[in-house]
């Protein structure tokens, strides 16, 4: 499903129009992000599944083309864990 059939499947479910749909999914992707973004980044729905923030250590890889050993850096990563109601309806 992508982003433009989300909106439309939420706008004729609540049987409000396509803009104010997307407003709204909108709203929740920004403030997911700005919830992740703090330090100990998490955003719990109940029923659905849990967003969580982690930090991934650097560690050594390799390029695939040439064999060379490269340095990856250390960074954050979004983890998503479902929620009980969700792996019952999957």
Do not use: C, Y
């Amino acid at each position: 499903m992508t982003k433009a059939e989300l909106i439309e499947a939420m706008a004729s479910d609540s049987e409000i129009t396509k803009s104010a749909a997307g407003a709204a999914l909108e709203s929740f992707i920004e403030n997911v992000t700005k919830a992740l973004k703090k330090k100990d980044g998490k955003v719990t729905l109940v029923g659905f599944g849990t967003f969580s923030k982690t930090k991934r250590a650097a560690r050594k890889g390799r390029n695939p083309q040439t064999g060379e050993e490269i340095k990856i850096k250390a960074r954050n990563v979004v983890k998503f864990k479902a929620g009980k109601k969700l792996k019952e309806a999957v």
